[in-house]
């Protein structure tokens, strides 16, 4: 079968990598990819996702048996429902089902309705009165642009003054755009450690995958500004088999009963960001893709074969994986390698040295996210956020030793990394033991089974 794989970062070298293992794949495609995917045997297809003439073209030209859209701005824009209506088969949700995560106010108010734990909110279309809101809050808040931003119209607040400035980057002066700052979500800040959570979702059959860890702040110690992610690992302890069963029931349930019976049924891949505070787990965000960074450990550590689970996605027969991933029991720790001045304006078109041979090292894999050949064919860092150095090791302490080793032979100008991915769980007094797979996959539930659970 061949496959075409739309995107460009580390999650999709990882996905291009996985599919290319598939006994059944033929030839593999990205869109537009980068210089890892094509390293990776996957031809560069150099048209945009806006192109959905010629994409829809392309695909019934190469014969394509499955399309798996990576990012989230193809899926906000329609793509995969521009490619069934063609008869292409795809991974990966409809528009009206991508709003879980382009549209922030549709995401919180699916939440209230489904009864889903999340922080209290409130929802503004004009700036006054959520500057009213703000000021008569005894908490501190967060203030979210409605749409999508490249994941930075989530503004953490520490004060009020902090949360007044953000009402006026979103609303009045459209520092993420128009359209995404036309609504905001002001919501209360919550305290503790996050945890992301990916289910695969298809039909009636919900697929819950080992938990992971992100580490979103640009610097050691979660200091400094928000990225899209500087390393992650896999499996996170902090999502013991009780916690992962509760959220299935809290959360996954009821967030995809409820979609269903909105006439948006989800299918693909469910993301949940979730936050452990004081009060229980609570929802902050959802995904409606493969997180990036988490994709890179997840994918490291699976063993069954990702074409076939996929297909069986978007097929509706997800049913038929119930119990039957296979996971590598070894964790996985990946390190993000960003260009200088990320996560704000970075540098780009810096030589980079060491691939090869952090490669080399054993169960250590080095997935490119912005790289490409320069018009010498040497590689060039083409993004901020360059490399995901990702290695298994016998235990997590193992795994993270084995990716600094990598990272350690890797160089570029101006190449910044967090020295501390996985320290969360490491530093924990008493290590918990997570099994893997961590959960067995629920099969939807009738209408009022899931339980409610309160709003913090
Ligand atoms: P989002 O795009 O909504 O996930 O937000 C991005 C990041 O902002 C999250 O991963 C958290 O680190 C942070 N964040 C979002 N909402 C909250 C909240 N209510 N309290 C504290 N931090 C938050
Ligand atoms: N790692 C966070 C995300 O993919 O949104």
Same mark, same amino acid.
């Given at each position: 079968?061949?496959?075409?794989?739309?995107?460009?970062?580390?999650?999709?070298?990882?996905?291009?990598?996985?599919?290319?293992?598939?006994?059944?794949?033929?030839?593999?495609?990205?869109?537009?990819?980068?210089?890892?995917?094509?390293?990776?045997?996957?031809?560069?297809?150099?048209?945009?996702?806006? =192109?959905?003439?010629?994409?829809?073209?392309?695909?019934?030209?190469?014969?394509?048996?499955?399309?798996?859209?990576?990012?989230?701005?193809?899926?906000?824009? /329609?793509?995969?429902?521009?490619?069934?209506?063609?008869?292409?088969?795809?991974?990966?949700?409809?528009?009206?089902?991508?709003?879980?995560?382009?549209?922030?106010?549709?995401?919180? =108010?699916?939440?209230?309705?489904?009864?889903?734990?999340?922080?209290?909110?409130?929802?503004?279309?004009?700036?006054?009165?959520?500057?009213?809101?703000?000021?008569?809050?005894?908490?501190?808040?967060?203030?979210?642009?409605?749409?999508?931003?490249? @994941?930075?119209?989530?503004?953490?607040?520490?004060?009020?003054?902090?949360?007044?400035?953000?009402?006026?980057?979103?609303?009045?002066?459209?520092?993420?755009?128009?359209?995404?700052?036309?609504?905001?979500?002001?919501?209360?800040?919550?305290?503790?450690?996050?945890?992301?959570?990916?289910?695969?979702?298809?039909?009636?059959?919900?697929?819950?995958?080992?938990?992971?860890? #992100?580490?979103?702040?640009?610097?050691?110690?979660?200091?400094?500004?928000?990225?899209?992610?500087?390393?992650?690992?896999?499996?996170?302890?902090? /999502?013991?088999?009780?916690?992962?069963?509760?959220? =299935?029931?809290?959360?996954?349930?009821?967030?995809?009963?409820?979609?269903?019976?909105?006439?948006?049924?989800?299918?693909?891949?469910?993301?949940?960001?979730?936050?452990?505070?004081?009060?229980?787990?609570?929802?902050?965000?959802?995904?409606?893709?493969?997180? #990036?960074?988490?994709?890179?450990?997840?994918?490291?550590?699976?063993?069954?074969?990702?074409?076939?689970?996929?297909?069986?996605?978007?097929?509706?027969?997800?049913?038929?994986?119930?119990?039957?991933?296979?996971?590598?029991?070894?964790?996985?720790?990946?390190?993000?390698?960003?260009?200088? @001045?990320?996560?704000?304006?970075?540098?780009?078109?810096?030589?980079?040295?060491?691939?090869?041979?952090?490669?080399?090292?054993?169960?250590?894999?080095?997935?490119?996210?912005?790289?490409?050949?320069?018009?010498?064919?040497?590689?060039?860092?083409?993004?901020?956020?360059?490399?995901?150095?990702?290695?298994? /090791?016998?235990?997590?302490?193992?795994?993270?030793?084995?990716?600094?080793?990598?990272?350690?032979?890797?160089?570029?100008?101006?190449?910044?990394?967090?020295? #501390?991915?996985?320290?969360?769980?490491?530093?924990?007094?008493?290590?918990?033991?997570?099994?893997?797979?961590?959960?067995?996959?629920?099969?939807?539930?009738?209408?009022?089974?899931?339980?409610?659970?309160?709003?913090?």
């Amino acid at each position: 079968m061949n496959v075409l794989v739309i995107g460009k970062g580390g999650r999709e070298h990882a996905l291009v990598w996985k599919l290319r293992q598939s006994p059944r794949a033929g030839r593999v495609f990205c869109a537009p990819g980068n210089a890892g995917t094509a390293r990776e045997g996957a031809t560069a297809v150099p048209i945009n996702y806006t =192109e959905t003439d010629r994409l829809g073209r392309f695909c019934q030209k190469e014969a394509i048996g499955l399309v798996v859209i990576g990012p989230e701005d193809p899926l906000a824009a /329609g793509l995969a429902d521009y490619l069934r209506g063609k008869g292409v088969k795809v991974f990966g949700p409809s528009k009206d089902a991508a709003r879980i995560e382009s549209s922030k106010v549709f995401a919180k =108010e699916l939440m209230r309705h489904a009864d889903v734990p999340t922080a209290e909110f409130r929802v503004f279309d004009h700036p006054e009165p959520a500057r009213t809101y703000i000021q008569t809050r005894d908490y501190p808040v967060v203030v979210k642009a409605d749409g999508l931003a490249a @994941g930075k119209g989530v503004i953490v607040c520490k004060d009020t003054q902090e949360a007044l400035r953000a009402v006026e980057r979103i609303m009045v002066r459209d520092e993420f755009g128009q359209r995404a700052g036309r609504r905001v979500v002001v919501e209360k800040k919550l305290e503790g450690e996050e945890l992301s959570v990916l289910a695969l979702v298809s039909g009636r059959t919900i697929l819950p995958l080992p938990p992971c860890q #992100d580490h979103k702040a640009a610097l050691d110690g979660d200091q400094g500004p928000n990225t899209g992610g500087m390393g992650a690992y896999c499996p996170a302890p902090l /999502g013991t088999l009780d916690l992962m069963a509760s959220l =299935e029931a809290t959360v996954f349930v009821p967030t995809v009963h409820a979609m269903k019976r909105g006439r948006f049924p989800f299918q693909g891949l469910l993301y949940a960001g979730i936050m452990m505070t004081n009060q229980g787990p609570r929802v902050l965000e959802f995904n409606a893709r493969f997180g #990036d960074p988490e994709t890179q450990p997840l994918l490291m550590r699976l063993k069954t074969d990702l074409l076939e689970i996929l297909e069986a996605v978007a097929d509706e027969r997800l049913e038929e994986f119930e119990n039957r991933i296979e996971w590598d029991p070894r964790p996985a720790v990946s390190v993000v390698l960003c260009s200088g @001045g990320y996560p704000a304006k970075f540098d780009i078109g810096k030589s980079i040295t060491g691939i090869d041979e952090a490669d080399r090292l054993p169960d250590v894999k080095v997935f490119h996210a912005g790289t490409k050949l320069d018009e010498k064919g040497r590689l060039v860092s083409d993004g901020g956020r360059v490399l995901a150095v990702t290695a298994l /090791g016998d235990t997590l302490a193992a795994a993270k030793a084995r990716a600094y080793q990598g990272v350690k032979l890797i160089n570029f100008p101006g190449m910044h990394f967090r020295t #501390d991915i996985a320290d969360k769980a490491l530093k924990k007094p008493t290590p918990v033991r997570v099994e893997s797979p961590p959960v067995l996959p629920a099969r939807f539930r009738r209408p009022g089974s899931a339980g409610g659970t309160p709003q913090a």
